[in-house]
């Protein structure tokens, strides 16, 4: 009844004042994603569901259905489209990362060995490790002499996270590696970066990082891209851990929750927001 | 609130709370048995940093459970946690038997504990899903359990992953405390 009044008052659909009202990016992705998802017009609400969309003829349909007239709605067709990019992108994301998460680390799997040992060389480049099964793992942070076992409900994208982060910013990688080994405030460093995985992937999950990755840019968020916001938590939960100044590592738990509930914060509260990762940055502790 | 609700809690406010204690090498499987007895999604664990604990609500009963890591480096905080403790659940990964010695040797040194003295003891022989998961008998043959003399104990097979033998678990913890 609502949007009825609305539309006969403004003469624009409910899509089109969205896309007119609202600025590019979390607000206005999360508008549309809203509005298509409550559609009556199952095509349109089909377009909240799918994880693959041809965007152009998509938005052809959309304005055909709607009677947006591209003549004189030209901004309309192209915003439209980075909406709909956006959020099938994001789903796809999600799709892609759950499979890498639910395929389990496999010691018979050369490219999984392989990955693992390249782990080791670029933590630990002057040091070798004696043999597949070695103690020299708690080293870098795993909890015994096989590291297999520490991925459980991550899967190769613990892995994969872990491997991304020293081989992208190997620099940053081994200093934080180097903090974990602090006295009073280390930490386990690779049970950490698995862990930050699952706190990232919750995010995903929950839809919560909707609001980054439709400010990034104007197109679907790629793995790359996922595996980018990993860089910058690993980063700014080295830095929180330290400022949080915890006891000892059994607060690991408490700082890790407090440090979800601020991201989350941080992308609730202002949909501009930007985890913005930069490499180059000192790390602060 | 409703009536019932406020019932239910009034009922609740009677029940006894007990701290137990969930101890066990890594990778035994500590955190699913936890989130298994909260009735929690099991499907995205990691090793534990540090602790959990959950409040777990069974019928007369308030269990507390503190899940304390397994790797060796944070073994040496397990004691900070054995304080009026109720009872302890020591879990073991039945299919490791490479590892059986070591944590034989941990379970023998809890038991030696002060603070845990007379604690009843639970063992959870889990992963009894794999195939060579060693049978609780002989996992409890392997630990010397015979010998315990000095406090009440149990093992239970158990898979923490299909909840096959958790339930019972539970249940013997509410008999042996209820009698104490």
Redesign the interface.
């Known amino acids: 009844m609502w949007k009825w009044i609305l539309r006969k008052w403004t003469g624009k659909c409910e899509l089109l004042r969205i896309t007119s009202e609202n600025p590019k990016g979390a607000k206005r992705s999360k508008a549309i994603e809203r509005s298509l998802k409550h559609s009556n017009i199952s095509i349109l609400k089909q377009l909240s569901k799918d994880e693959i969309i041809d965007v152009i003829p998509a938005s052809e349909e959309v304005m055909k259905i709607k009677d947006v007239i591209a003549e004189i709605h030209p901004q309309f067709a192209y915003c439209f489209q980075v909406c709909l990019c956006q959020i099938c992108g994001y789903k796809r994301l999600f799709a892609e990362v759950e499979e890498m998460?639910k395929t389990q680390y496999s010691s018979e799997n050369p490219d999984h060995e392989e990955k693992l040992m390249q782990l080791w060389g670029f933590l630990m480049p002057d040091i070798k490790l004696e043999t597949r099964i070695s103690k020299q793992w708690?080293d870098i942070g795993f909890?015994?002499d096989d590291p297999k076992?520490?991925f459980?409900?991550?899967g190769m994208l613990?892995l994969n996270q872990l491997l991304y982060i020293s081989s992208k910013y190997t620099a940053l990688s081994r200093q934080i590696l180097s903090k974990s080994h602090h006295p009073t405030l280390g930490?386990?460093y690779a049970?950490?970066g698995?862990?930050l995985?699952?706190v990232l992937?919750?995010l995903l999950k929950k839809q919560t990082l909707r609001t980054h990755f439709y400010n990034i840019k104007d197109d679907k968020p790629s793995l790359h891209d996922f595996h980018e916001l990993y860089c910058y938590m690993f980063k700014e939960f080295v830095t929180f851990w330290f400022s949080e100044k915890p006891k000892?590592?059994?607060?690991?738990?408490?700082v890790?929750d407090k440090f979800r509930r601020k991201i989350k914060q941080k992308l609730k509260e202002d949909l501009t927001t930007i985890l913005k990762f930069d490499a180059d940055e000192e790390l602060a502790v | 609130m409703g009536l019932l609700d406020l019932l239910r809690k009034m009922k609740s406010g009677n029940d006894k709370e007990l701290r137990i204690l969930l101890l066990g090498l890594d990778n035994a499987g500590k955190t699913t048995i936890l989130k298994s007895l909260a009735s929690e999604d099991i499907s995205h664990i990691t090793p534990t940093q540090g602790f959990n604990i959950k409040s777990v609500q069974s019928p007369g009963f308030k269990l507390n459970v503190w899940d304390i890591g397994g790797q060796r480096r944070i073994r040496p905080y397990w004691k900070n946690y054995f304080e009026n403790t109720d009872l302890l659940i020591y879990v073991i990964d039945s299919a490791d038997q490479k590892r059986f010695e070591e944590t034989s040797l941990e379970l023998t040194e809890l038991l030696e504990e002060d603070k845990l003295m007379g604690a009843p003891l639970l063992v959870f022989a889990n992963k009894q899903d794999l195939l060579s998961a060693a049978p609780a008998d002989e996992v409890a043959k392997g630990l010397g359990l015979d010998a315990i003399r000095d406090r009440k104990w149990q093992i239970q097979a158990c898979s923490a992953l299909t909840n096959e033998g958790v339930k019972e678990g539970l249940d013997w913890i509410a008999k042996t405390c209820k009698k104490k």
């Open positions: 998460r708690t909890q015994g076992t520490d459980r409900g991550m613990g930490f386990s049970i950490v698995i862990n995985t699952s992937y919750e000892d590592i059994m607060e690991f738990g408490r890790r």
